[in-house]
């Protein structure tokens, strides 16, 4: 009976480490990304925060990670997205999850319902009725973004997109007629024009390309437990109503 007892703690003894190591020490990257994740230059901590922010925190908490907001990098969009895509346990937010990003990275959804759209100066009067017509238009994007992406898709030549490395650029370039459109979700631009002084009354959208998912990404070799756990997490967070909380407590930024 004793030597059964100890083979069963042994057996217990020697799972333990084995569970511990299913959620290791992630990568976590992310981009200034107003509500979702960003530093308020008012904050004397300058701190990351956020609605993704805060959520992940949660999760990862939820998961047995003892990793926080302390750990969360933020860089540029470009970096993060080619630095998830070539290293293990990365993770980079928030995503947009589109069909010709699906296979190349591992997922847990949903952050937030994305619109990417046109947005255009209401004063020039831009009309764009199918994605033949963008061609006509310079459009100001960030390099590798969401709407980058689905731009080019439509077949804009690159000669045609001004890129920049922030969105707040990109908006400065359409309120001053440097270019035609701004690829983003209008549901931002109040925000962004709080920050950088602008009426977000004098932009429209001019044209809808696309309706997805803002995620977590994941590099695809990490392994699918520290997937599931950290989906497992955000599935019982959304459940128990935090979202909602969370855009309350960001509702100035939205």
Not at 79 to 91: A, H, I
Not at 150 to 174: F, M
Not at 214 to 219: T, V, W
Request: with cysteine; charged share 30%; hydrophobic share 40%.
């Amino acid at each position: 009976m004793k030597h059964g007892l100890a083979a069963r703690l042994l057996a217990v003894f020697l799972a333990a480490p084995l569970v511990q190591a299913e959620m290791p020490n992630l990568t976590i990257l992310t981009e200034e990304y107003v509500p979702f994740n960003f530093i308020d230059q008012e904050d004397p901590d300058k701190k990351i925060q956020g609605i993704a922010v805060d959520l992940l925190e949660e999760m990862l908490k939820k998961s047995g990670s003892s990793q926080t907001t302390k750990d969360i990098s933020l860089v540029p969009w470009v970096r993060g997205y080619t630095n998830v895509q070539k290293d293990k346990n990365t993770l980079l937010f928030s995503t947009a999850r589109t069909t010709d990003r699906e296979a190349m990275f591992k997922w847990v959804c949903p952050i937030h319902e994305l619109k990417t759209q046109l947005i255009a100066l209401k004063s020039r009067a831009i009309k764009i009725n199918n994605e033949a017509d963008i061609q006509n238009y310079t459009v100001a994007t960030v390099r590798d973004d969401v709407g980058e992406q689905l731009v080019l898709k439509a077949g804009v030549p690159e000669k045609k997109l001004d890129r920049a490395p922030k969105y707040s650029t990109n908006l400065k370039k359409l309120e001053g007629g440097r270019v035609d459109l701004f690829v983003e979700s209008m549901e931002r631009i109040p925000s962004m024009c709080k920050t950088l002084g602008c009426d977000p009354d004098i932009f429209e959208v001019v044209y809808t390309m696309n309706v997805s998912q803002l995620c977590y990404a994941l590099n695809k070799n990490t392994d699918d437990k520290v997937v599931q756990s950290l989906q497992k997490s955000l599935d019982e967070i959304l459940a128990e109503g935090r979202l909602k909380a969370l855009h309350e407590k960001y509702e100035k930024w939205l």
